[in-house]
């Protein structure tokens, strides 16, 4: 099929030996690509129950079929896949910049890498040839130097890196990837996986060309989106960035507060993304081939944190701002900026300083257990200083590093009751006593607590549900959301700009038609995207998983919102969280225990899976 | 007579481009039906996340590639100033590559010869800068990119007294 490479590149680290095979098609029909083909080829490639450390367990880099064209926003990106080392499940994880592009141009759709290194390697892919080569000399340092030293050491500026940091190199389950500097395949501990292979960072240039099926058509359609995205759809994005999210959030009393002691913070003026544009943002970027540009890059250039420079979001401010109490953005900046050159995910980052807060401030944690550090909310320098302990994993970081529930089983004390984590991931920036159709979404993710595997917060706070029930229905409104999600992590286009497919799902039809010339229709697509749902489930069902890992913290289901305001009051029941659980199984068309049933799977094509529900 | 300079060429606003590449693309698209920026006559260049640049031929009153070339390959035309590369002759050895001072003129991937900017003129007008999501691109001259400093200088000087003035 046009549009994609064709090819799966399969390096094997123990033996350093590399081999490529073809695309498989009806995998590549039926799972598109990013997070849809590197599951399958994921689930073909390992053995169940394998540890996420061992070497056994794959890492799959995947970009999709539009990757390398100049589909606004879909050329740039890519997945990493592999068993999660936080969620014993599927984890996954996309990043967009320029890698994936330079991958798909290298000529691969995926690259499979198994085994593990015996000292630390860098692995170069420059089109056909692929080394493993020392990467003595890189460790240490952080992503950003890794692709600047790499670059230096071939003598190629436009080599694409993406690289873990020293929080990957020391297996901290919080570990991200990071390619462009700034662009960080963030959630799940995927960088903890390339730590544990001894594999400090793949770099890429390829030099082959880019082509789609139907070219006049594409590039006029390609001319429409570029029209779309200077619309309202992404508007956002544009203009304030997702840090708008701070004083919305905080006027509906739904943004989790001091490790969700609260569900407004008093000092959110102070770090809006008012505040932050207009004091911080230095310039606004963009990914290759993008039309709409939404990268806010924050300069502090004066005080404590002077010449720090980085990326900021809603989430990851939110994490590292209200979460910890902090309202001064200079050191939320700075925390932002040591996540990415030590190469933590900043959301789980920032959650577990707030948890460890929570910890101290309750006596869970003495002062000397945190390293002397007078860790009580609020305390701006406390967070930057646990951030950094955390990415180095030293002293109170080394317990620290591999997120709140593993570091709560290590300190017991009911601090369980604290970590604010589903299937061991820690949540982003929705409080979900408040929201419950998103409560229900982040139940389900499959790859754990999160906002981008559903985006079913948009129903509760655009007001489109009462947030504040429980009820029938919900079910759909999550299934549906997830599977347009599963759609765009596997085209791979960008989540900004999904407002610009008005028609959704035929207007993403129509892409796929133009760039692979294989008619796809609507209705095929959104059985597609259901299809990418369960072939997760089955992954995680495989490893261990089930309805009793689809919960959610303790403190959503047992501490009510204490906030004045119009959330006051607000908790997830039990009876709650099974009713939303039962509705969103049976319009999947699960078993009440989440199980998809032979006749589902049957439905959408996956037969050969169908082993995988028998041996549970 | 004294004639203002008309010879017209790409240039980038360095506060407005972002790097996202889009120039590169349909250069590649429209020079060589495929999306690559390796083919493209226009390259971005990002030194860091807020230093982001595309550069191409700036088709240079005195161009250095042309007399570089020991084979007479590359002839720079009176009229436009747009720089002609004849490929019989061209034989890839780089010297132009070289003198270039803004790396815009390359050696191409496939046929070995050089190729550079010549503002897609089968088209009737560039089409990076018909593309480009920033307006970070534009057609211009030497004489009004000296007007447009000169005048953002002089703004820069005077910022309260412009303010005031807009006030009123």
Redesign the interface.
């Given at each position: 099929m046009i549009g994609y490479a064709g090819r799966v590149l399969y390096v094997d680290l123990t033996s350093g030996k590399n081999h490529t095979e073809p695309l498989n098609e009806d995998f590549a029909k039926k799972y598109i690509g990013g997070i849809g083909l590197g599951m399958r080829l994921w689930l073909q490639n390992s053995k169940p129950k394998v540890d996420p450390f061992d070497p056994e367990n794959p890492l799959v880099i995947a970009n999709g079929p539009i990757s390398?064209?100049?589909w606004?926003t879909g050329?740039n990106g890519h997945a990493i896949v592999s068993k999660s080392p936080q969620t014993f499940g599927i984890g996954e994880s996309l990043a967009h910049g320029?890698f994936g592009t330079e991958l798909k141009?290298a000529g691969y759709d995926a690259v499979v890498i198994k085994g593990k290194a015996e000292r630390p390697v860098y692995m170069w892919i420059d089109d056909d040839s692929v080394q493993l080569l020392d990467a003595s000399g890189l460790m240490g340092k952080s992503p950003g130097e890794t692709e600047d030293a790499i670059k230096e050491e071939l003598g190629d500026?436009?080599i694409r890196v993406a690289a873990i940091g020293v929080a990957g190199e020391k297996l901290a389950r919080m570990a991200c990837v990071i390619n462009d500097?700034?662009r960080a395949a963030g959630r799940t501990g995927m960088g903890a996986v390339m730590g544990s292979k001894n594999l400090k960072a793949v770099a890429v240039r390829g030099?082959?060309?880019?082509?789609v099926a139907k070219?006049d058509e594409f590039?006029e359609y390609v001319k429409e989106f570029?029209e779309r995205?200077?619309g309202p759809a992404t508007q956002k994005y544009r203009t304030m960035g997702t840090a708008e999210n701070v004083l919305v959030h905080n006027s509906l009393s739904c943004m989790p507060t001091r490790n969700y002691n609260n569900s407004r913070f008093e000092g959110a003026e102070k770090i809006s993304g008012e505040v932050m544009n207009e004091k911080y943002v230095?310039?606004?970027?963009?990914?290759?081939?993008?039309?709409?540009?939404c990268?806010h890059?924050c300069?502090v250039s004066e005080g404590p944190y002077k010449n720090t420079?980085t990326?900021m979001e809603y989430e990851t401010l939110w994490a590292l701002g209200p979460y910890c109490g902090v309202d001064r953005l200079d050191a939320i900046i700075k925390a932002m900026e040591l996540t990415n050159y030590y190469g933590v995910d900043a959301i789980s980052a920032g959650v577990t300083v707030g948890f460890a807060m929570d910890c101290y401030e309750r006596g869970i944690l003495t002062q000397k257990e945190v390293d002397g550090i007078d860790a009580k909310f609020g305390n701006a320098e406390a967070m930057v200083q646990l951030v950094e302990k955390i990415g180095k994993r030293e002293g109170v970081g080394d317990l620290l590093a591999d997120g709140c529930k593993f570091a709560a089983d290590k300190i017991n004390k009911g601090s369980e009751k604290l970590a604010a984590t589903i299937k061991g991931v820690e949540i982003t920036g929705y409080d979900l006593r408040c929201l419950k159709t998103a409560a229900l979404g982040f139940a389900v993710s499959f790859r754990g607590a999160d906002h981008n595997r559903h985006g079913a917060y948009a129903f509760d706070v655009k007001g489109k549900v009462n947030r504040l029930i429980a009820e029938k229905g919900r079910g759909k409104l999550v299934r549906d959301m997830e599977d347009v999600y599963n759609l765009i992590d596997s085209f791979i286009v960008c989540k900004f700009s999904r407002g610009t497919y008005y028609k959704e799902l035929p207007d993403m039809a129509k892409l796929y038609t133009l760039v692979t010339g294989y008619d796809m229709t609507p209705e095929e697509l959104k059985k597609t995207g259901e299809r990418i749902n369960n072939l997760a489930r089955l992954i995680n069902l495989r490893e261990g998983l089930g309805r009793k890992d689809d919960n959610l913290p303790y403190k959503v289901m047992h501490d009510p919102i204490p906030d004045e305001g119009p959330s006051k009051g607000a908790y997830v029941t039990q009876q709650e969280l099974d009713l939303l659980l039962d509705d969103y199984y049976e319009s999947r068309g699960w078993t009440k225990e989440g199980v998809p049933t032979e006749e589902k799977l049957k439905e959408l094509g996956m037969d050969e899976l169908i082993p995988l529900v028998k041996c549970n | 007579m004294v004639k203002l300079h008309e010879r017209k060429f790409v240039a980038a606003d360095p506060d407005k481009c972002v790097g996202c590449q889009v120039c590169e693309y349909i250069c590649s698209l429209t020079k060589e039906k495929a999306f690559n920026p390796l083919k493209s006559r226009i390259r971005v260049v990002r030194i860091n996340q807020l230093i982001n640049l595309a550069v191409t031929c700036r088709l240079c009153e005195d161009p250095p590639c042309v007399g570089a070339c020991p084979r007479k390959a590359l002839t720079q035309s009176e009229e436009t100033g747009l720089i002609a590369v004849d490929k019989d002759k061209c034989n890839g050895c780089g010297w132009c590559i070289e003198a270039c001072d803004y790396g815009a003129i390359m050696l191409h991937p496939e046929n070995k010869v050089v190729y550079v900017c010549d503002l897609c003129k089968e088209k009737g007008e560039p089409q990076c800068v018909k593309w480009c999501p920033e307006e970070a691109l534009e057609i211009t001259t030497s004489d009004v990119l000296a007007q447009k400093a000169r005048i953002t200088a002089v703004k820069k000087l005077f910022q309260e007294a412009v303010k005031e003035t807009q006030k009123k």
């Open positions: 390398g064209t100049m606004p050329g320029t141009r500026y436009y500097k700034t030099t082959h060309d880019i082509t070219l590039m570029h995205m200077k230095a310039k606004i970027i963009g990914c290759s081939s993008c039309a709409m540009r990268e890059m300069v420079m990326r | -």
